[in-house]
């Protein structure tokens, strides 16, 4: 056969393709649908997007639960113009005096009321501690850091063994008062409406709350400075 006659010839079909009419296309092998597998992908994707918002829900509960519980955020009341109606503490980790209103006249006061097992307490404690260090040479200032106990019934063995530990764990050298049967703290309830641990508040030389704060956020620490500067400057 010559070069020619084995160009011009036809190429040999496949077996089972020989016979099939001109013009005819073959397609590919094609995987064949299920019945019903449209509808299990559906549902397949709808409990995939259900358990996804599920999910997110649960996240901002968590959030909220968070935020609520521990409070790392400062909520703050002016209280102006507004006094306590009375003040009575007791030493707890020192051997001391008492304290009641009169003894505070004339004086810029930093009250700070917190409880060894609350977060945001132990949080502001060093920071509250720094500005009581930078007004201590200043007889006109008064820092009262006052232990507290969400329980009932505050029992004084327990709340200064707690504080103790707390002080030792912070590194932190205060004298620490306690508030016997809630005197103080109510009295703080009726006049400014905060509650929980911690709150601070900052009296003027006339008594006077001048601002208070609710739970704590770092940075916060230089509003109180700023303030207490200004009114020592006071007459």
């Known amino acids: 056969m010559s070069d020619t006659e084995q160009l011009h010839r036809p190429a040999k079909q496949p077996e089972g393709l020989r016979d099939l009419p001109d013009g005819f296309i073959v397609q590919p092998d094609r995987p064949t649908a299920k019945p019903g597998d449209s509808t299990l992908q559906r549902d397949q994707l709808t409990r995939k997007t259900q358990l ?24 703050q009341n002016s209280g102006e113009d507004k006094t306590l109606a009375q003040l009575r503490l007791q030493p707890l980790t020192f051997e001391g005096q008492p304290v009641e209103l009169a003894d505070l006249a004339g004086r810029v006061v930093l009250i700070n009321f917190w409880e060894p097992g609350s977060s945001p307490s132990r949080q502001a404690l060093p920071h509250l501690a720094a500005v ?22 505050e029992d004084s063995r327990t709340l200064r063994r707690d504080t103790r530990a707390v002080m030792e764990q912070e590194r932190l050298d205060l004298p620490i008062y306690a508030d016997p049967g809630g005197i103080s703290r109510s009295a703080v309830q009726q006049a400014v409406g905060l509650s929980g641990y911690p709150v601070t508040l900052i009296l003027d030389r006339a008594g006077r709350i001048r601002k208070a ?20 400057q006071e007459p």
């Open 132 to 153: 009581e260090k930078r007004f201590r040479s200043r007889p006109a200032f008064k820092f009262l850091s006052v232990a507290c106990d969400r329980r009932t019934t």
């Open 52 to 75: 996804s918002n599920w999910t997110v829900l649960a996240m901002i509960v968590l959030c909220f639960f968070v935020i609520i519980r521990f409070r790392p955020f400062a909520a």
């Open 213 to 232: 704060w609710s739970g704590f956020q770092p940075g916060v620490e230089t509003e109180m400075q700023q303030l207490i500067t200004g009114l020592l």
